[in-house]
């Protein structure tokens, strides 16, 4: 079965910290990756997928298939960098959403 | 703020009502969304649409109820037989079912007493 799984719930870092948000996917075909966010008041929205391969707002995720997972990284946190992030699988008919994670960069 | 609009943002019903919460898009999307958000469970798809007068279960249809007879539009019905309707309700869309960008809505929020 699909499955998208983010282990961490809260993440708590100060700024100028490095950060990584982890997602570990289930899916025995070949898959399409995504990362949501969703700031303060705002909808909920696209911040980068696995096939670009580009950095968006320093943030970049890699594919690891071997490790199936698609880790969200940036090395130095900034303070608007906190919101909730949501890693999705795509398969072939649907997308599925991982339970987020809620990032707090700390001044 | 357009492109995608959620009505009302917040609703209140008593149990055993029927509520139909209001998506609506001018975005000239073929594909459409629903979602149900509860926390520590992330985003799980409620139906969704790929084109007009069409429209297919997603994991948890249980309960819900949608149509699809405009493009602009895709409401979704909370009937009684939900158990927990009480939710943060997403619509979302893109151009197309194959698109990999969707557009989120505002959300409603249903508190069902």
């Known amino acids: 079965a699909q499955r998208v799984t983010q282990p961490e719930k809260l993440l708590s870092v100060f700024k100028g910290a490095p950060v990584e948000l982890k997602c570990n996917y289930s899916y025995s075909g070949s898959p399409e990756l995504f990362w949501y966010v969703q700031y303060s008041r705002q909808r909920l929205q696209l911040l980068l997928r696995?096939?670009s391969r580009e950095s968006i707002k320093g943030f970049t995720a890699d594919l690891n298939k071997g490790e199936t997972s698609f880790h969200l990284k940036k090395p130095f946190a900034q303070e608007e960098d906190s919101a909730m992030y949501y890693c999705a699988l795509r398969t072939g008919n649907d997308m599925r959403f991982g339970a987020g994670t809620r990032l707090t960069v700390k001044p | 703020d357009g492109g995608i609009t959620q009505s009302p943002k917040y609703l209140f019903r008593k149990e055993g009502q029927n509520v139909t919460l209001s998506c609506e898009q001018n975005?000239?999307?073929?594909?459409m969304y629903w979602y149900r958000q509860d926390p520590g469970q992330g985003l799980r798809l409620i139906y969704y649409?790929?084109?007009?007068?069409?429209?297919q279960k997603g994991d948890i249809a249980e309960g819900y109820s949608v149509s699809r007879e405009k493009k602009e539009s895709f409401p979704l019905t909370v009937t009684s037989a939900q158990k927990n309707p009480t939710a943060f309700y997403l619509c979302?869309?893109?151009?197309?079912?194959?698109?990999?960008?969707?557009?989120f809505g505002p959300g409603t929020r249903l508190t069902v007493t």
């Open positions: 696995h096939i």
């Open positions: 979302a869309s893109s151009p197309s079912y194959r698109s990999y960008e969707q557009y």
């Open positions: 975005l000239n999307h073929d594909a």
């Open positions: 649409s790929q084109i007009v007068n069409d429209f």
